[in-house]
C-alpha cells in the first residue's frame, strides 16, 4: 500500500504509481440542463401574463383606437330608379282558355277576372295546340309588348303561370289555364304582389 493511501482504504481507491482515485461522484449534467430550461420557461411566462395584466388594465386603449379609425359609416341603400309603371287592369283584355278536363274552368275564371277589374275577351276551350298540353297552372301568351307590363300584373293573380309571346300584333293577352290550376291567388295577394312590382329594387350597396 503506498503511503498516499489513506487508512483504511484500499481496493480501487488505493493509489498505485501516478494514477489517483476520483473521490466524489461526477455531476449530472442532464439535471443542470433541465434546471436551466425550467427556469427559461418560468421567466417566460411570467413576461407574458405581465403583459396580459397591463393590457387588461389599460383597456387595450390602442387597438380600439385603431378600430375606430378604420370605421366606416355604411351607406343607406338607394333606390334602383323610378317605380315600374304598370297598367290598370282594365286596360288589359284577358282571353281565358281551358286546357284541362275540367269543364266551365275558362268561364268561372274569366267572371272572377272580370270582378277584379279585368276586360275579358274572348272565353272557351284552348286551341289543339295548348289543350291538355299545359302541365303547370298556365301560360300566358302575348305579344313581345306585352311583356312589359300585361304580363306582370295578369302573373299577379295566379302563381306559377310560364310566359310566352307570338306574332301577334295586337295588345290582349291570353290565360290558359293549366292541368294544375285550382284558383286564383286571394285579391289581397294580388294586391301585394303588384304593390312589389311597382316599388323600385334598392341597388346593393358595398360593404363597409
Known sequence: M???????????????????????????????????????????????????????????????????????????????GPPQALPKPAQITVNVYNATPRGGLAKSVADELKKRGFAIGKVGNAPAEYDKKVPGNGVLLGAPAATHGPFSVLGAQLKGAAQKTDKRDTPDVDLILGTTFADLNTPKDADTALAALAKPAPAPSGKC
Open 2 to 80: 503506498s503511503m498516499l493511501t489513506p487508512p483504511g482504504m484500499g481496493g480501487k481507491y488505493r493509489i498505485k504509481g501516478d494514477a489517483y482515485p476520483r473521490m466524489r461522484r461526477p455531476r449530472k449534467r442532464g439535471r443542470l440542463v433541465l434546471a436551466l430550461v425550467g427556469a427559461v420557461v418560468a421567466l417566460g411566462l411570467i413576461g407574458w401574463g405581465t403583459i396580459q395584466l397591463i393590457d387588461v388594465f389599460g383597456g387595450g386603449g390602442g387597438k380600439a383606437k385603431a378600430s375606430a379609425g378604420h370605421q366606416k359609416d355604411c351607406p343607406s341603400p338607394v333606390a334602383s
